[in-house]
């Protein structure tokens, strides 16, 4: 069902209430639906209405909730008499309401409006029945595009006290209504007939439907011939209220939740599982499998937790293994096959994970060996420097940093540490070029000059120029003419080449 917009202005003059203007869709769909709440919720008594408008989002969003969403959360929704339906979720409203009220509790007054709602719309169908009436399909699709102004007189408000007496009375116009709605469309008047012109008594019944059902759950007065609402009736009103506050990141209220169900000796092992499924839904997963765990040690026998853990493990090992953390992906596999040995498919990937770890774990030991090979260079190194062997420190460090260029990125530790490394090394290189121009400089002895053409015979034609260029600017001309001369041959040696 759906409404392209619906706008509900509320004016109250003398007892009149106008809602204007409204495109209805499909009936009771969620637009419709928030403008009947809405309008509920200002025609009730104030001191009914302003308690629960404090949470009126949260009402509206349980009031717009889509059918395929109710039926799989609330079951009880699909009872073939719905009257008795609407009559148990006010007795346990009722109930909730002395407990406080919350988001949750505004939240289920919201799927509550929605349902009494739709108890006054045409063709009505309990939610997630198969039967959907062509004819329902073309008046919902002609409701629509449908444009009216909805005055809405001001009524007494009622207490259901008799759901089914109540709602027979209120459905009495509804199947000659049907009648009369299927009787223009087989004649070719269609939806312009008695469906436009009473679409505004259906809006009017709802909105009465819904403000009584308000005030029923928010009276004071005690309803006659009702069974009280005992602790164990609230186990599944407190299981959801823990997965909407989960969905809201509400963890305080979520563990509130979980704690109403503790003290009250609730927490059997059918309702901790579905309280697992409500975080593992959420996306807590450590959560949901360690309550999964707590559902086996009281009974071991179940095999749909062991699947649902199952199937969380395999999906979890999947992942690591395209992360390529293939040890924990060996672990997951694992736990897929401790709660399922009869899973393939996990054997089959374990097998796949152990392979590929072996082989990472050969890569991993060749990469320790070349960082290990590295920083034995660099110590040579730098044992060559403190002798004063420039050019030997220098080629040493040379071969460190090559070494820790091999380095993959596959193992983070390993290859920060090359980089780390390989940015000393360079420093340290740099640091020696000066030391050995100012030996140079000083021509303190033969080897220093022996030193300075071997490093010149190793280092690049930019180098070469820097070093001349400094020694140039220097008093030791024959120093300065031994380096271009050795610059000169090893441009000339590059152009023969």
């Not at 505004?106 to 509550?112: C, E, N, T, V």
């Not at 152990?354 to 774990?361: C, D, R, V």
């Not at 070029?433 to 015979?457: F, H, T």
């Amino acid at each position: 069902m759906r409404m392209k917009r619906l706008l509900w202005n509320v004016v109250v003059l003398s007892g009149l209430v106008v809602l204007f203007p409204v495109t209805a869709a499909n009936a009771w769909g969620p637009y419709a639906t928030r403008g009947i709440t809405r309008t509920a919720m200002r025609v009730v008594p104030s001191s009914v209405g302003a308690e629960l408008r404090q949470y009126e989002n949260e009402v509206l969003e349980g009031a717009t909730i889509s059918e395929e969403e109710l039926v799989k959360r609330f079951p009880q929704y699909k009872f073939e008499d719905p009257t008795l339906t609407v009559s148990s979720e006010i007795d346990l409203l009722r109930a909730a309401k002395t407990r406080g009220v919350s988001p949750y509790f505004a939240y289920r007054m919201g799927l509550l409006s929605q349902f009494v709602a739709t108890l006054n719309q045409p063709f009505f169908a309990v939610p997630g029945s198969p039967q959907k009436p062509k004819l329902r399909e073309r008046y919902d699709a002609d409701a629509e595009a449908s444009h009216t102004e909805i005055p809405y007189v001001a009524s007494k408000r009622r207490y259901v006290v008799d759901a089914r007496a109540y709602f027979d009375q209120r459905r009495s116009y509804l199947k000659d209504a049907e009648n009369l709605i299927s009787s223009d469309y087989s004649s070719g008047v269609g939806f312009s007939g008695y469906a436009k012109r009473s679409l505004n008594v259906y809006f009017t019944n709802a909105v009465d439907s819904v403000a009584d059902m308000l005030c029923t759950v928010f009276g004071q007065e005690q309803l006659a011939a009702r069974p009280l609402i005992q602790p164990l009736s609230f186990r599944d009103y407190y299981v959801d209220s823990l997965g909407f506050y989960l969905r809201r990141n509400d963890d305080a209220r979520a563990a509130s939740a979980y704690a109403s169900l503790e003290n009250e000796g609730l927490l059997d092992p059918e309702t901790v599982k579905k309280l697992g499924d409500a975080y593992y839904d959420a996306g807590r997963y450590d959560r949901a499998v360690s309550l999964y765990r707590d559902v086996l040690a009281k009974a071991p026998r179940r095999a749909d937790v062991r699947q649902r853990i199952s199937d969380y493990f395999f999906t979890s090992g999947l992942a690591l293994l395209e992360k390529k953390q293939y040890e924990e992906a060996v672990r997951a596999f694992d736990e897929v096959l401790k709660n399922d040995m009869s899973r393939a498919d996990a054997r089959e990937k374990k097998l796949e994970a152990g392979q590929l770890l072996s082989e990472q774990a050969e890569r991993l030991e060749s990469t320790r060996k070349m960082v290990a090979d590295a920083k034995q260079a660099t110590e040579s190194a730098a044992r060559a420097e403190a002798q004063r062997k420039f050019a030997d420190a220098v080629a040493l460090y040379r071969q460190a940093r090559n070494t820790y260029a091999k380095v993959s990125e596959e193992f983070e530790g390993e290859h920060a540490e090359a980089a780390r490394a390989s940015k000393q090394i360079e420093i340290k290189i740099a640091r020696l070029m000066d030391e050995l121009v100012n030996e140079v400089r000083d021509l303190r002895s033969v080897a220093v000059k022996d030193q300075a053409r071997e490093l010149m015979q190793n280092s690049s034609k930019q180098q070469l120029r820097a070093l001349a260029t400094r020694v140039a600017q220097d008093q030791h001309v024959d120093a300065a003419k031994l380096l271009r001369s050795q610059l000169v041959d090893e441009e000339r040696r590059a152009l023969q080449r």
